[in-house]
């Protein structure tokens, strides 16, 4: 999102005047990956660790106000966004034997969006997620559904190039449909990029993607209305403010019946989306997570080392053995988790 545009300049109001914004979030972290899940509005929020020494994250879509980027459900013709609607109550899964997950209710739909960590690039480390959304029917009938998802994104803003997938450049208002045969979207800057999915094997693909000007997008009552050539200026109120929305079209919805849909959101890289998998059960992503962690008491701290300690030298086994390798990444991760434990041990 450009500076000279206009949630920037509501920003700044709401600084000055002193407004409360104080959002609370409830983090997890993996690998490379940090999901923010925001209590107040039903949103999330995306980063990427550009320094793994420094423990230094990068948004990968805009996070100043994390309602710029929504779900929503189309359920009769009538358009709900999630986490504004007074229709569903908001409450967010930390279960730490379920997976993280936003979950809006109503008397007559179950809202979720459920995220996965995972791995799409070549490196050893999570470096993104997978969002599952699910609506099931509540009701005594059944009931047509659309479900729609905007990314408010920012990185390819300093280019002239804002957008491009593994077949094009998107540097205006565009419309991506699966016969297109684009299988992923990228929005890059100089040091990360964002990448999704637009049709991968293993992954329904969505009817529609338009790339265009976030005001345009935002203020659609659904669908916005395509002007191919069309620049991601919406004048006076932003200039080169750009997003995309991903669009379900609507289908029935039997009785107590559940609809999913996935859409997959990473850190870019040159292998793009072909062949991401689930992050494992024991890699470095969850030992270099466990080893930020600061249990509460001190014998579960010393325990929880104690584990991290065993199953890093698991890992190291696993890598010294004939044939094996190791990235650049993994390894670095491994310092730092070795690092961390000496410092929070006291060991020199």
């Known amino acids: 999102m450009k500076k000279g545009s206009l949630k920037t300049t509501l920003y700044i109001f709401l600084f000055v005047l002193g407004l409360p914004f104080t959002l609370r979030a409830v983090e997890f972290r993996e690998g490379r990956v940090k999901l923010v899940l925001h209590e107040n509005t039903g949103r999330f929020s995306l980063y990427y660790l550009t320094d793994i020494k420094k423990e230094t994250y990068e948004a990968l879509f805009v996070d100043q106000d994390p309602r710029t980027s929504f779900l929503g459900i189309l359920v009769d ?94 540097a205006s208002e565009t419309l991506v449909e699966p016969k297109n045969g684009d299988q992923w979207w990228f929005s890059k800057n100089d040091s990360v990029g964002l990448m999704g999915t637009i049709q991968i ?68 890289s040159d292998q793009g989306l072909s062949s991401f998998g689930l992050a494992p059960e024991n890699d470095v992503s969850r030992l270099l997570n466990e080893s930020s962690t600061t249990p509460s008491s001190t014998d579960l701290a010393l325990r929880t080392d104690l584990i991290t300690i065993r199953d890093l030298l698991k890992r190291i086994d696993t890598l010294l053995a004939p044939g094996a390798t190791v990235s650049e990444d993994e390894l670095t991760a491994m310092e730092t988790v070795i690092r961390k434990l000496k410092d929070r041990n006291g060991i020199r």
């Open 77 to 170: 013709d009538k358009a709900y966004r999630m986490g504004e609607s007074s229709a569903f109550r908001l409450r967010i899964n930390t279960d730490s034997s379920a997976k993280p997950a936003l979950v809006f209710e109503s008397a007559f739909l179950t809202v979720s969006e459920e995220f996965s960590f995972i791995r799409a690039g070549s490196g050893t480390l999570v470096d993104g997620v997978r969002i599952d959304i699910r609506v099931t029917n509540k009701g005594e009938r059944q009931i047509p559904v659309g479900i729609r998802f905007l990314l408010d994104t920012k990185l390819g803003e300093g280019g002239s190039t804002p957008f491009s997938t593994d077949k094009r450049t998107i």
């Open 201 to 268: 094997p293993s992954v329904a693909p969505p009817e529609s993607i338009i790339f265009a000007n976030w005001k345009r997008l935002n203020d659609a009552p659904w669908k916005s209305s395509v002007s191919p050539g069309r620049n991601f200026n919406y004048l006076p109120y932003s200039v080169g403010d750009s997003a995309l929305c991903y669009y379900f079209d609507t289908k029935p919805l039997d009785r107590g019946a559940e609809r999913v849909v996935s859409i997959l959101l990473a850190a870019a």
